[in-house]
């Protein structure tokens, strides 16, 4: 094949992935040279970047170049491409996805571990991305979100000259730039906090349509699990008839076999976004029904109950009160602390600390403990994190999902050889003590204890939450399911008891707000 000439941008970020592209064409056998083209995204600085990204300001010239036969391929990011591509244009291949998750870089004296995403009160946060702010003022309302211009170095000297508190990027780009970012703290915000702009982390190869002997040979470079996943995302952007500039994230991942797709879409960037997960076997259909789910006739359960008490500024609370839901949140459970004064025995020589509750954390803190200088945090999920925040600590590991088990066997590997103290309910299933291997040494520290209400009133609302087995035992000793009503469980025992009273459950992804949330907005009321 003769030799190739590869248009791309000339940013830091733009020549690393043509250069990328240059080396995967030479592992192959194909020599390429890159030409530097400049667009007009590159040129117009004045507007906001979300006017920008999905119009082909960053593309056009280089499609155009590519038309005219200048260029043999054009190398994009593939979250800057315009869903509907010029005739006579195809993308031949894509690469396999990097980390589409977020990083939220902050100057180290703008940081309090507190507050979720280590943010201080008010703190200024420079984007330009209207799907970023929406799901971040969700997150922390109390935030100031600002533009921010410019490329990646660009951005993250405006950190630097101290122009914003932190600054929010894409964790692909950083990654690929391999820029020191040891001078700021880094947190990295997960997709299922803040769900990625559709195709976001991976490269397009652009070429003519009639270069079949080109296409051919760029089928060595694809990724095809990339493509199917990024497919869905671009054809949810697609139905929605919506650029970058729309508050719009989807990110599919396929997890043993089946897809796991996240969708979060608000009206504007000021909008509280809703949220939506499926876990699917196949993709077909999928996209239009993810859209469906998003239409303005579409119908909500009146009301909603869940067996815990819910803050007035909980993310779920505001979530549901957007679309005027009903909230009937009354925990069916007391907890009482058994342990008033705790024993230094019990802190010597641990390496690790898990909690598998917020209960766990807040009667564990309660007792004042004097920690040892290196121990580790373990949590079982988001929960538990945003309670171990607010005692000052960030922690070390976070369970992902609301399988318990599969997080017991990933925290296992963690501190396999080490020592791990459970703060614990008394009534605990041990679930992740039991995963653990002989090699890892078991404090246990029963710190309270859970007991059950008398006399429970009955629910009337459409959907039921239940947050543990012993809200279940609780409600059901007096009450039964009304026709209709509708069950989400939050953790695999909860889903457990339900299996074996022979009710149907919805688990969410996440036993936390945002899981709650997309559980609530997926079922469907008739």
């Given at each position: 094949?003769?030799?190739?000439?590869?248009?791309?941008?000339?940013?830091?970020?733009?020549?690393?992935?043509?250069?990328?592209?240059?080396?995967?064409?030479?592992?192959?056998?194909?020599?390429?040279?890159?030409?530097?083209?400049?667009?007009?995204?590159?040129?117009?600085?004045?507007?906001?970047?979300?006017?920008?990204?999905g119009?082909?300001?960053?593309?056009?010239?280089?499609?155009?170049?590519?038309?005219?036969?200048?260029?043999?391929?054009?190398?994009?990011?593939?979250?800057?491409?315009?869903?509907?591509?010029?005739?006579?244009?195809?993308?031949?291949?894509?690469?396999?996805r990097?980390?589409?998750?977020?990083?939220l870089?902050?100057?180290?004296?703008?940081?309090?571990?507190?507050?979720?995403?280590?943010?201080?009160?008010?703190?200024m946060?420079?984007?330009?991305?209207?799907?970023?702010?929406a799901?971040?003022?969700?997150?922390?309302?109390?935030?100031?979100?600002?533009?921010?211009?410019?490329?990646?170095?660009?951005?993250?000297?405006?950190?630097?000259?101290?122009?914003?508190?932190?600054?929010?990027?894409?964790?692909?780009?950083?990654?690929?730039?391999?820029?020191?970012?040891?001078?700021?703290?880094?947190?990295?915000?997960?997709?299922?906090?803040?769900?990625?702009?559709?195709?976001?982390?991976?490269?397009?190869?652009?070429?003519?349509e009639?270069?079949?002997?080109?296409?051919?040979?760029?089928?060595?470079?694809?990724?095809?699990?990339?493509?199917?996943?990024?497919?869905?995302?671009?054809?949810?952007?697609?139905?929605?008839?919506?650029?970058c500039?729309?508050?719009?994230?989807?990110?599919?991942?396929?997890?043993?076999?089946?897809y796991?797709?996240?969708?979060?879409?608000?009206?504007?960037?000021?909008?509280?976004?809703?949220?939506?997960?499926?876990?699917?076997?196949?993709?077909?259909?999928?996209?239009?029904?993810?859209?469906?789910?998003?239409?303005?006739?579409?119908?909500?359960?009146?009301?909603?109950?869940?067996?815990?008490?819910?803050?007035?500024?909980?993310?779920?609370?505001?979530?549901?009160?957007?679309?005027?839901?009903?909230?009937?949140?009354?925990?069916?459970?007391?907890?009482?602390?058994?342990?008033?004064?705790?024993?230094?025995?019990?802190?010597?020589?641990?390496?690790?600390?898990?909690?598998?509750?917020?209960?766990?954390?807040?009667?564990?803190?309660?007792?004042?403990?004097?920690?040892?200088?290196?121990?580790?945090?373990?949590?079982?999920?988001?929960?538990?994190?945003?309670?171990?925040?607010?005692?000052g600590?960030?922690?070390?590991?976070?369970?992902?999902?609301?399988d318990?088990d599969?997080?017991?066997?990933?925290?296992?590997?963690?501190?396999?050889?080490?020592?791990?103290?459970?703060?614990?309910?008394?009534?605990?299933?041990?679930?992740?003590?039991?995963?653990?291997?002989?090699?890892?040494?078991?404090?246990?520290?029963?710190?309270?204890?859970?007991?059950?209400?008398?006399?429970?009133?009955?629910?009337?609302?459409?959907v039921?939450?239940?947050?543990?087995?012993?809200?279940?035992?609780a409600?059901?000793?007096?009450?039964?399911?009304?026709?209709?009503?509708?069950v989400?469980?939050?953790?695999?025992?909860?889903a457990?008891?339900?299996?074996?009273?022979?009710?149907?459950?919805?688990?969410?992804?996440?036993?936390?707000?945002?899981?709650l949330?997309?559980?609530?907005?997926?079922?469907?009321?008739?």
């Amino acid at each position: 094949m003769k030799r190739l000439i590869i248009g791309t941008r000339g940013s830091d970020l733009a020549l690393w992935q043509a250069n990328f592209i240059k080396d995967k064409l030479a592992a192959i056998g194909v020599e390429a040279e890159l030409k530097i083209i400049k667009t007009q995204g590159d040129k117009i600085l004045n507007l906001r970047l979300d006017k920008l990204e999905g119009k082909g300001f960053f593309t056009k010239e280089l499609e155009e170049e590519l038309l005219g036969g200048t260029i043999d391929i054009a190398v994009h990011s593939h979250k800057d491409l315009p869903t509907v591509h010029p005739t006579g244009l195809t993308i031949a291949a894509v690469t396999e996805r990097e980390d589409p998750s977020e990083l939220l870089l902050i100057l180290k004296d703008c940081v309090n571990i507190s507050h979720k995403l280590s943010l201080k009160t008010g703190a200024m946060v420079g984007t330009s991305s209207n799907r970023r702010k929406a799901q971040l003022l969700a997150l922390r309302p109390d935030l100031n979100i600002e533009d921010l211009r410019g490329n990646v170095p660009t951005r993250i000297q405006k950190l630097r000259d101290e122009d914003y508190d932190a600054i929010l990027l894409a964790k692909a780009g950083v990654n690929r730039l391999n820029i020191d970012l040891s001078e700021f703290h880094v947190e990295v915000v997960d997709t299922t906090e803040l769900v990625p702009a559709p195709a976001q982390g991976a490269l397009a190869i652009q070429i003519r349509e009639n270069d079949q002997e080109l296409f051919d040979v760029l089928q060595q470079i694809n990724h095809p699990e990339t493509a199917e996943e990024i497919a869905i995302e671009r054809k949810v952007l697609n139905l929605f008839e919506g650029g970058c500039h729309m508050p719009l994230g989807c990110y599919c991942k396929k997890e043993e076999g089946l897809y796991e797709v996240w969708t979060s879409k608000a009206e504007t960037d000021e909008d509280f976004p809703d949220r939506l997960f499926y876990r699917v076997d196949k993709l077909d259909g999928l996209a239009e029904k993810i859209v469906a789910k998003f239409s303005p006739d579409r119908k909500f359960p009146a009301k909603v109950f869940i067996s815990r008490e819910v803050g007035e500024h909980n993310y779920f609370r505001k979530a549901l009160q957007k679309h005027h839901i009903e909230i009937d949140d009354r925990s069916l459970i007391r907890t009482f602390p058994i342990v008033t004064v705790l024993d230094p025995f019990y802190l010597k020589h641990i390496d690790w600390i898990f909690f598998s509750s917020r209960n766990s954390v807040d009667y564990f803190f309660n007792l004042k403990p004097m920690l040892p200088k290196h121990v580790k945090f373990g949590v079982a999920g988001k929960g538990s994190e945003d309670s171990l925040r607010r005692a000052g600590h960030l922690a070390d590991y976070v369970g992902e999902g609301g399988d318990i088990d599969e997080v017991a066997e990933l925290f296992a590997e963690e501190v396999s050889g080490k020592t791990v103290l459970f703060p614990r309910a008394q009534d605990s299933l041990l679930s992740i003590q039991k995963a653990l291997k002989p090699d890892t040494k078991v404090v246990d520290l029963p710190i309270y204890e859970t007991v059950i209400e008398e006399d429970i009133d009955q629910t009337y609302a459409e959907v039921l939450i239940f947050t543990s087995p012993s809200n279940v035992d609780a409600y059901f000793v007096d009450n039964l399911l009304e026709p209709g009503q509708r069950v989400i469980a939050i953790g695999n025992s909860t889903a457990k008891k339900f299996e074996e009273m022979g009710v149907a459950c919805i688990l969410p992804y996440a036993p936390d707000e945002i899981g709650l949330a997309e559980a609530v907005f997926g079922i469907d009321i008739k």
